[in-house]
């Protein structure tokens, strides 16, 4: 195991504080080793947690309601259990072959 796969798969969850956000990857790693997410509500958060089925987002930019929910995930461990079930679930999502199969179908439509 490479040292930043030991460092990603043995946190309890990833918290993202970032108020702005393009598309992070580092959510995506951690949901495929099954991390819960809890995210500051952004443009990247929003379509990797599909508007919170996922993961948990924040109000924007309300560090409060951050605070508010990190204290749960912290302290539950049944409720960290949903939300990596979830997270696991979703990186499915992004395999390589569902993505390869989304660019044929892209590449094909094009071509008609």
């Known amino acids: 195991m490479n ?12 918290s993202m504080t970032s108020r702005w956000e393009g598309l992070p990857l580092v959510i995506g790693e951690a949901m495929s080793f099954g991390l ?21 987002l924040t109000q924007d930019h309300r560090v409060h309601d951050l605070n508010i929910k990190l204290d749960t995930l ?15 679930q979703r990186s ?16 094909k439509e094009l071509s008609l």
């Open 74 to 88: 912290m302290y539950s461990p049944s409720i960290r259990d949903y939300w990596a079930n979830q997270a696991l």
């Open 36 to 56: 819960p997410v809890i995210s500051m509500n952004n443009t990247g958060a929003q379509e990797f947690l599909n508007g919170g089925k996922f993961g948990i």
């Open 3 to 14: 040292s930043w796969q030991y460092i990603i798969k043995h946190p309890r969850f990833l």
């Open 92 to 107: 499915h999502d992004f395999s390589l072959s569902d993505v390869t199969n989304q660019w044929q179908r892209l590449f």
